[in-house]
């Protein structure tokens, strides 16, 4: 959410040969690297989020510490007394087995309606297949029904009371401003100041707030080896027996959360570019100069963000440049991505940091525009671990080349603010699926027992952008922003999305599923796809009906709730799914006395279930929950008091998500952001086909990790809230064999 110069405000708020395994990685450039440092990126308060690539910021800051890469060494040194101990220990792990590989294939978003009109046309015969060869069901969601919510029940077995997950975001009570609800970092709390230079004494914290222990946890201690690959909420990664690649909330370079660039010679004017930032450039006679934006640099705090200047030499024939950066010259041709590009930055006294990114010429007449994607964090030497054990990550890059590493890594803002146009959003996750296709296939073929599970999330922001082509009445619709609008073939993205995710599917049943009965498969989504039409503005529904109240000299666009009148407010918003309390004792300026909080609460859960749209009458809120009734564990007190349950073609607003304040209630939603999930749970469920028969009738998300641990013959825990699923299995009896470790283990 930031332009240069940077608005004072946001700094608060996609082949190399075959290697043999991780032994093979170069020893020696690890060694000098010791001694330089690792980029760390430190906590601040900074934009909220409001969808994926919204640039929440985690952190802006470098520290000098090799952390990263000294984990990697030692995981590469202690490898062969690790793998002897895991050996014998695995040797008796599957004596009360079930099967000896569970393969999970998740497709985020994965919407039961359109799934099931596809499959009645014929245009997913691989889904067909597998409901055939065993079964289908719908699959049962969480409140709310938002990725970070509902992956982290699918990994604790557990609701959002036991893992304290709620939204994207949450409110810190004490300064009424949004952090992200997942990871908090520490800075180091120790430095040695050298001059102008700063040396960290001891090494930063990254905190995960998501609480539970993944189930893959539980099967590890028990002995099962199991491959995780990018599901949502695992960063920072934790320890387990096995591998695991993280997902959601995996920073970009700078500590965002995806923040892109635009360069032009066209001024933005006054437009703040949500999600990222335009830099106006100076064109001479063929060539631009300019530099790319890197992290803050804390060694040398003075010296500002780390910078690497480059030059774009236009070509004679148009829609051609070259593009010279760091030593190295790239072609670039309007529409088209460059491969992942290494970059070196420089922070001082030997200290450099890699992240990667890729360019895309935009337009070279009449205005010069281009397109750079966040830069990612580098999987070959990352500077954060993004990876257990931390080489994982960079035994995939040396099997396939460099990879997105950011948590939400397909750039949907560029899109929102169109800048760039379909074609190249599109091309950008088919690309980032590609890859994730070749980490998950490697997965299975080094995980020929025990479990694999891997998350696709470009089912997910594909939908979320595309949406508006399936719905000719849509506000967002092309045509009803463009009366010059023509057909560009994009009605038909999401089927061939879908028809792209069945043959995935196939090729996924080809390669696990053969004449035995061992391996059982499950492809599932975490929840459903709905219309985003019109939005809801909360914190101006609370105005009006009396419940907040904004200071009389606030200025009209502020953010963070930092125009409101703490002193008269008894409520307010924030986030996608939430309402708070401004309850007294909690929240640094509260008034509502904690004994009148559950009146209050029912009064307003009254006034806002069955809310209508004065546009046409439609119900925009269906129900409203109260925390104390659907929640249960520890960690419910840090839940938003009340969850909005949205009609079918509602949701928050966008103002509403990051603290801001509008003049009215309603208002249509015209982004590329067409489609979401915020909305009531029980019209939103997700998708459960299994190769093999399940006889439960009702599955819930929060069921599979529970099952999969039965699968393995391995009692349930205790604070699971999920059951297993009763799944018919051959004859039931179990598999007795030694386990063998995946050849990356």
């Keep these: ?72 060494f030692l995981t590469l040194l202690s490898w062969p007394v690790h793998w002897l101990i895991r050996a014998i220990k695995g040797r008796k792990a599957f004596a009360k087995s079930r099967v000896k590989r569970l393969v999970i294939l998740g497709l985020d978003g994965l919407e039961h309606t359109l799934a099931e009109r596809f499959m009645s046309e014929g245009k997913m015969p691989n889904l067909t297949r597998l409901k055939e060869m065993g079964s289908y069901r719908l699959l049962e969601t969480t409140t709310p029904p938002l990725s970070p919510v509902a992956w982290s029940s699918f990994l604790t077995g557990a609701n959002p009371g036991k893992h304290n997950i709620y939204d994207f975001l949450n409110s810190d009570r004490r300064s009424y401003l949004p952090y992200l609800s997942s990871v908090k970092i520490k800075p180091p709390t120790k430095m040695l100041r050298l001059g102008k230079y700063n040396f960290p004494l001891n090494k930063p914290e990254i905190q995960l707030l998501r609480k539970g222990k993944p189930f893959w946890n539980t099967l590890g201690e028990h002995g099962i080896f199991s491959s995780v690959i990018r599901v949502p909420i695992t960063w920072p990664p934790e320890k387990c027996r096995g591998v695991v690649l993280s997902a959601m909330c995996v920073p970009d370079l700078r500590g965002t959360q995806g923040l892109f660039s635009f360069y032009s010679t066209r001024s933005a004017g006054q437009k703040e570019h949500t999600g990222g930032e335009q830099i106006v450039v100076q064109r001479v006679g063929n060539l631009i100069r300019s530099k790319l934006i890197g992290p803050d640099n804390s060694v040398t705090p003075s010296a500002g963000p780390m910078t690497i200047p480059f030059t774009v030499k236009l070509a004679d024939k148009p829609g051609e440049a070259a593009l010279q950066i760091g030593g190295e010259t790239h072609a670039l041709r309007v529409g088209e991505y460059t491969k992942w590009i290494t970059l070196k930055f420089k922070a001082g006294a030997g200290v450099r940091v890699n992240g990667i990114c890729r360019f895309m010429l935009v337009r070279t007449e009449p205005e010069f525009e281009l397109y750079v994607m966040p830069i990612n964090l580098d999987p070959e030497k990352p500077a954060m671990p993004i990876s257990h054990p931390t080489a994982y990550s960079t035994y995939l890059a040396k099997q396939f080349g460099p990879f997105a590493t950011l948590g939400l890594a397909e750039d949907t803002w560029v899109l929102n603010e169109g800048l760039v146009d379909d074609d190249a959003f599109l091309e950008q996750c088919v690309s980032i699926d590609g890859e994730r296709e070749e980490q998950f296939f490697d997965a299975l073929r080094n995980t020929g027992r025990g479990l694999c599970v891997c998350v696709f999330d470009g089912t997910d922001r594909i939908q979320h952008m595309f949406w508006r082509y399936l719905e000719k009445d849509h506000p967002a619709h092309p045509a009803n922003l463009d009366p010059n609008y023509k057909a560009n073939g994009h009605e038909n993205t999401i089927e061939n999305l879908y028809v792209r995710m069945d043959k995935l599917v196939g090729k996924t049943m080809d390669t696990v599923l053969g004449e035995s009965d061992d391996t059982m498969l499950m492809v599932i989504s975490d929840h459903g796809f709905n219309p985003f039409r ?120 966008w103002d509403t998500a990051i603290g801001k304040v509008t003049d009215a209630t309603f208002h249509d939603n015209t982004k590329a952001w067409s489609g979401d999930h915020c909305i009531d749970p029980e019209l939103i469920p997700g998708v459960f086909f299994c190769s093999h028969k399940v006889v439960s009738e009702s599955p819930r ?45």
């Design 701 to 745: 998300l929060m069921d599979l990790g529970p099952t999969a641990l039965d699968l393995f013959g391995i009692s349930v825990p205790e604070n699971m809230d999920g059951k297993p699923l009763e799944i018919e299995i051959g004859n039931g009896n179990p598999i007795a064999e030694t386990v063998k470790e995946p050849a990356h283990a």
């Design 534 to 653: 019109r939005g809801v503005d909360l914190n101006a529904w609370l105005i009006e009906n009396g419940y907040m109240k904004l200071k009389p000299d606030a200025e009209p666009g502020f953010k963070y709730l930092s125009g409101v009148d703490w002193a008269n407010t008894r409520a307010y918003a924030l986030g996608l799914a939430g309402m708070f309390l401004n309850l007294k004792g909690r929240e640094a300026q509260g008034i509502v006395d904690p004994g009148d909080a559950r009146s209050l609460k029912r009064e307003i859960l009254q006034k806002l279930a069955g809310l209508k749209d004065p546009k046409n009458g439609e119900v925009a809120i269906r129900r409203v929950f109260d925390k104390d009734v659907v929640y249960q564990g520890p960690f419910k007190e840090t839940a938003p008091d009340l969850v909005m349950g949205y009609a079918r073609g509602y949701r928050v607003d």
């Design 1 to 72: 959410m930031r332009m240069r110069p940077t608005d004072p405000t946001a700094q608060n708020g996609t082949r190399q040969r075959r290697v043999d395994g991780i032994a093979r990685l170069r020893f020696p450039g690890l060694i000098i690297t010791l001694g330089l440092g690792i980029v760390f990126l430190l906590a601040t308060p900074a934009q909220a989020y409001i969808g994926p690539g919204a640039g929440f910021a985690i952190a802006s800051s470098l520290f000098v510490i090799l952390w990263t890469m000294f984990l990697a």
